[in-house]
């Protein structure tokens, strides 16, 4: 694999499973080193020893945010810079609106919605500095239509969908660019949460993405022309509609 992104700093939040670990993987290959962001740190070191000294570990809680508040200091003081952030952790709440407690409703929209726009603005200023820069957002499928089973969620993309097409028109003036991935379902701890009935018949017709495949899209978004932007991409299985 020719190395596109050889010379880049990227960051990953959600970096320790799940498609933050394939994004991280993907950009590795191609030649960028990868600041992994997650709360687990145990796992972080385990997979940067594994992936050797183009991957550093950062442990933060986002959802403290004093914790979360620190990533571009400390990233500065690991790698120099940051080219790249593909703001990727989330989480995931199902089933009736009724039925959801409130206080996973609160945390769900503050990991992601929140603490995107959060890291997001953190990390403009020094891109604007640099007047180059590349932001990605790990959405869903459900930021493009209803889903009944999954409002909160779903509402929870929508909002991601909105900030990712506001932000972009605000900052393409300084270099940077702002897109957003929206995976139908992928084979992660998420679908965990899904109903059983629709998790088996997902898996039965093949209605279910592998993280890898959505990482090959991120380093194709990353790897197009600096004239170009990928603002949206929505990438489903092929069988998703039976």
């Known amino acids: 694999m020719a190395k596109e992104l050889e010379g880049k700093v990227a960051v990953v939040t959600g970096a320790a499973s799940g498609i933050g670990l394939a994004s991280t993987g993907a950009m590795l290959a191609a030649g960028a080193r990868v600041v992994m962001v997650d709360r687990d740190e145990a796992a972080l070191q385990r997979l940067c020893a594994q992936y050797g000294d183009a991957a550093m570990a950062l442990r933060i809680n986002l959802l403290d945010p ?6 571009l200091p400390r990233v500065l003081e690991l790698a120099g810079k940051l080219d790249i952030l593909h703001a990727n952790a989330g989480s995931y709440l199902g089933g009736d609106l009724v039925d959801n407690d409130t206080s996973a409703i609160d945390r769900m929209l503050n990991l992601n919605v929140n603490v995107v726009m959060k890291n997001v603005h953190d990390v403009l200023p020094h891109m604007i500095e640099r007047r180059t820069g590349d932001i990605i957002i790990t959405s869903s499928l459900a930021a493009h239509f209803p889903t009944p089973w999954e409002p909160v969620y779903a509402s929870s993309k929508w909002a991601i969908n909105c900030f990712v097409q ?14 957003s991935i929206s995976p139908g379902p992928v084979v992660t701890a998420l679908i965990a949460e899904w109903p059983a009935e629709k998790l088996r018949e997902a898996r039965e017709t093949g209605s279910l993405l592998e993280a890898r495949e959505v990482a090959d899209v991120v380093t194709f978004m990353l790897t197009r022309p600096r004239g170009m932007t990928i603002r949206d991409v929505v990438m489903m299985p092929t069988n998703f509609d039976l």
């Not at 004093?66 to 990533?71: K, V």
């Not at 932000?167 to 660019?177: D, E, M, N, S, T």
């Open 66 to 71: 004093a914790d979360c508040a620190t990533l």
């Open 166 to 179: 506001t932000v972009r028109r605000q900052v393409f003036k300084h270099g940077i660019r702002v897109g």
